[in-house]
């Protein structure tokens, strides 16, 4: 992965919280019968357990402090244009986050492309799907971070907040638990996957699609399906990130290869729900599944990749997951 040198980089959406206390979501009732001490997954919380627990990769803290029993989640919300000032604490952290050179020397700054890349495609790939786009904002923290669904620990993973539109992560979670815990081959490709699934939650919040979520658990559920979609349009923009461009017109990205497509195929398989159930020590239950299988979750990303076609994503619609 190498973005353009020339390409100019907008910090506006994306900022940093600091050190927060600690507490937050990694905490509660979201768990399936399983105990341990906690551990984050992209996209999600642990759900009060270990590597076995019902571990949510995506939207079942949303679903659950946001949905309650069973009703709609809010579209829209509490910051508009998606950017929340009150919780980016430290915006000299990406001050010094100019171009696509800086992006290419510092992990902040390539961050900070990755956002741009994701904003530039999905601004006119969303209304296409019959969304009236409006952009996520984007937050780093370590610690805890107060957020429109409540307060989140560094335990929760990255995760996307609807009330918010934001996308809130901690960045030590990429070594320390998708490689570190999880098995994860790592590679410069990971984190901008799971920024891409993320930002899939978030184009499904704009939908209104997880307002169609009522079943939290199983192999053919609503929140499977929830995740599979997010999964599928991460594939969808990495096919286009090429192609997306600065306000200028400038390409952001000056190449991807096959070893970023494998890097962010091989976290797809570390976040399986099978996988993550196996490395537990313990049996595979289907019927305790919330994001897919590791097969699933491959397959979906690289319909999304294969196609270029954020449409071919229905997995609401699809008879077979």
């Given amino acids: 992965m190498r973005f353009n040198p020339k390409a100019h980089l907008d910090t506006g959406r994306i900022g940093d919280a600091g050190r927060g206390g600690g507490g937050g979501l990694g905490r509660g009732g979201l768990g399936g019968g399983r105990r341990g001490g906690g551990i984050p997954i992209p996209g999600g919380v642990g759900a009060g357990g270990g590597i076995g627990t019902l571990i949510i990769i995506g939207l079942i803290f949303v679903l659950t402090q946001c949905v309650g029993g069973g009703g709609g989640l809010p579209t829209g919300g509490g910051v508009q244009g998606g950017t929340d000032t009150g919780r980016m604490a430290d915006p000299e952290r990406y001050a010094n986050c100019r171009t696509g050179a800086d992006a290419n020397q510092d992990v902040d700054c390539a961050r900070v492309a990755v956002e741009n890349s994701l904003y530039n495609y999905w601004s006119r790939a969303a209304p296409e799907l019959g969304a009236q786009f409006a952009p996520a904002s984007m937050t780093t923290f370590s610690g805890a971070v107060n957020t ?9 993973g990255p995760f996307y907040c609807p009330p918010d539109q934001a996308i809130f992560l901690d960045t030590t979670f990429f070594t320390d638990v998708l490689e570190g815990q999880l098995g994860g081959q790592g590679g410069d490709f990971v984190e901008p996957y799971v920024l891409g699934h993320e930002y899939g939650h978030h184009v499904q919040n704009l939908l ?25 349009f991460a594939g969808a923009w990495t096919r286009a990130a090429t192609g997306t461009t600065d306000t200028d017109g400038v390409a952001i990205f000056a190449e991807l290869d096959q070893a970023d497509i494998s890097e962010a195929l091989d976290s797809a398989k570390a976040v399986g729900d099978d996988r993550i159930q196996q490395r537990s020590g313990g049996g595979v239950d289907p019927e305790g599944w919330t994001h897919g299988s590791a097969e699933q979750r491959m397959r979906w990303f690289s319909t999304g990749y294969e196609s ?5 994503c229905d997995t609401f619609g699809a008879s077979e997951l």
Wanted: glycine share 16%.
């Fill in 148 to 156: 429109g669904c409540g307060q989140a620990s560094s335990q929760v």
């Fill in 208 to 232: 209104g699609i997880m307002g169609r979520v009522r079943t939290q658990q199983g192999p053919e559920s609503d929140a499977v399906r929830l995740e599979l979609q997010a999964d599928c």
């Fill in 308 to 312: 270029g076609d954020p449409a071919r």
